[in-house]
């Protein structure tokens, strides 16, 4: 057994430290206290992530078309920066309504993406935007969408010794609409029943106006978040003011998810509700812009 514990200063000294195999990243904590006290993780080398400045907050890519966020910052930073409210409230907005507030001022991005709940927000709503994370390890490093970290419930991709430092979030052109809203039927704190979050890039003004593309994806309602890309070609083409524009949309999405039943709803409930969440993701993000939130 190794055990022990090591406080990078920097990005480098970090990945190094995580050469050993013993070594296990920590950022928030939230997680791998909770594993630990399970008896899940034990005889590891910890690195803290938290004191590496270069892993904290929010600066502008160099195109000045993305956001990059540090993996160790925490939600309730994310919630309040000035650059993520003011570029991309959606993603401002839904960092501040994660859990609760001790939750929020310690779990970070990273962990969070790193971790792989199904159930999380953050990989349903990046997944969406089209985020990729940054990886460093020892000797390379690789970019991949957030949308390709997860492979199954609390599983990623990430190979032993592999650190994500960053992730790198487009910021919304000015004819593209967002939102992300989850369903919350048990208490305003708890993990999402089911989430959806759409990403739609409008053509034209009022009534008239035309989906012109569409991203759709549904979290909690699979092993990982669920790119539903049938019912999103359906809204391509329809225009706002349409009666019909949700024509098949809800079949489409009760077809992509592969929901479990467990104590926040059956299986069917589930997958009916993944339809009502996207229509009102999709009708919130035409009315208002982008914005996100918790729904009851
Ligand atoms: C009661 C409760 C309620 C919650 N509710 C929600 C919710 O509603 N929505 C939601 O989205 N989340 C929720 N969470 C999860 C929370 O948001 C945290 O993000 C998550 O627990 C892990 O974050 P962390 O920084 O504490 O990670 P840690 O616990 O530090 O690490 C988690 C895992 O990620 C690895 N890791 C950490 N950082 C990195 C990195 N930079 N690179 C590679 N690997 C890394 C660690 O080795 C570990 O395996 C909840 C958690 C709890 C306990």
Not at 51 to 74: F, H, K, Y
Not at 89 to 99: E, L, N, R, S, T
Not at 233 to 254: M, T
């Amino acid at each position: 057994m190794s055990g022990g514990f090591a406080r990078p200063r920097t990005v480098e000294e970090a990945v190094e430290a995580l050469a050993d195999e013993d070594a296990l990243p920590i950022a928030g904590g939230v997680a791998v206290a909770l594993l630990t006290n399970l008896g899940l993780v034990s005889g590891r080398r910890l690195v803290a992530l938290g004191g590496i400045p270069g892993l904290r907050g929010v600066v502008r890519g160099a195109d000045g078309a993305t956001l990059e966020l540090g993996a160790a910052t925490p939600h309730a930073r994310l919630a309040e920066d000035r650059t993520l409210i003011d570029e991309l409230p959606v993603a401002a907005g839904m960092f501040g309504h994660i859990g609760n507030v001790r939750v929020r001022n310690w779990g970070t991005v990273g962990g969070n993406l790193a971790l792989a709940e199904p159930a999380q927000d953050p990989p349903v709503l990046l997944s969406a935007l089209g985020a990729e994370v940054v990886i460093e390890r020892s000797g390379g490093s690789r970019q991949l969408p957030v949308a390709e970290l997860g492979d199954g419930p609390m599983s990623t991709v990430l190979e032993p010794g592999e650190l994500i430092t960053r992730v790198v979030v487009p910021v919304l052109a000015a004819d593209e609409r967002s939102a992300y809203l989850k369903f919350l039927p048990v208490t305003a704190d708890d993990y999402a029943t089911v989430s959806a979050a759409v990403r739609l890039r409008v053509d034209g003004a009022g009534d008239d106006a035309v989906i012109t593309q569409a991203r759709i994806v549904c979290g909690a309602v699979g092993p990982v978040p669920v790119d539903c890309t049938v019912a999103a070609e359906l809204l391509v083409g329809r225009a706002i003011g349409d009666e019909e524009r949700y024509a098949g949309v809800a079949d489409a999405v009760a077809t992509a998810v592969s929901p479990k039943s467990d104590h926040r709803g059956d299986a069917g409930y589930k997958r009916e509700m993944a339809g009502v969440m996207v229509r009102r993701a999709v009708d919130r993000a035409l009315a208002s812009g982008t914005v996100s939130g918790g729904a009851r």
